[in-house]
């Protein structure tokens, strides 16, 4: 399967990048294509400018400030999303990804009627894999699980229901620890090994 792989950290060495490389290593292991494209490493701007909002709706035309983007995006089978919650939501950089790559046209399409409908019907299965600092109670029952939402519904309209959807999360990371790391990454490489 062709998996297009998004990574959202900075820090080259950090938690989130161990994810990063265990969800790369598993999926080439378990034979599938995978195009890594790491925002941060590729200098992604997540900023929809004025220009691009003005030409928002036209297609193909809007598709040109990220062409290379949308062709990735297009090729893929899967898609996995490797990233941290910050402040309950999505790291700005991927936020910005959203509003500038699934664009009318790539992930949607407006009918007449003015209502979206999924054109990324091609996708079969969508992972978010993440950490929260905070604790799965605080981030579901208190804050509403943004991110995993986010993920999770989105992706259902975007594919018609098509993919399968997963989601890995560590929770409660201030508070973990060498094994529970481990412990997780370890998960995430089992998952990505049984991907189909």
Known sequence: MKVLLVSAHPVEDSYNAALRAAALAALTRAGHTVDLLDLYAEGFDPVLGRAERLGYHEIPANRAPVEGYVARLMAAEALVFVFPVWCYGLPAILKGFFDRVFLPGVSFTLGADGIARPALTHIKRVVGITSYGRPWWVATFLMGNPPKRQIMSY??????????RDWLAHYDMNRSTPASRAAFLARVERAMERFA
């Open 155 to 164: 992706f259902r309209l975007l594919t018609a229901g098509r993919a399968r």
